[in-house]
């Protein structure tokens, strides 16, 4: 695959987790596609994937399956 940032071939797709929102508004998506590069080390998230987040976003509350989440502050 051909990195967008450095155009060059060894680009790359990862699954990441990411988490939106705070409290009652907290929503974790997991299995997201970014592009990671190992020639430039960038890593990005195509337009694609932004629109699919933002979409799921509004319209969470289909989307979601409520799991219980063990949440630790580091100190």
């Not at 155009?7 to 998506?29: E, N, P």
Request: charged letters at 30%; a positive charge; glycine letters at 6%.
């Amino acid at each position: 695959m051909v990195c967008e940032i450095c155009g060059k071939q060894g680009a790359r797709i990862r699954r990441i987790t990411r988490v939106y929102g705070k409290g009652k508004d907290f929503l974790l998506i997991e299995n997201i596609p970014v592009v990671v590069c190992s020639r430039c080390g960038e890593s990005y998230l195509e337009a694609e994937t932004l629109h699919e987040i933002e979409r799921i976003k509004l319209h969470q509350k289909s989307f979601a399956a409520k799991r219980p989440i063990p949440i630790v502050d580091f100190a």
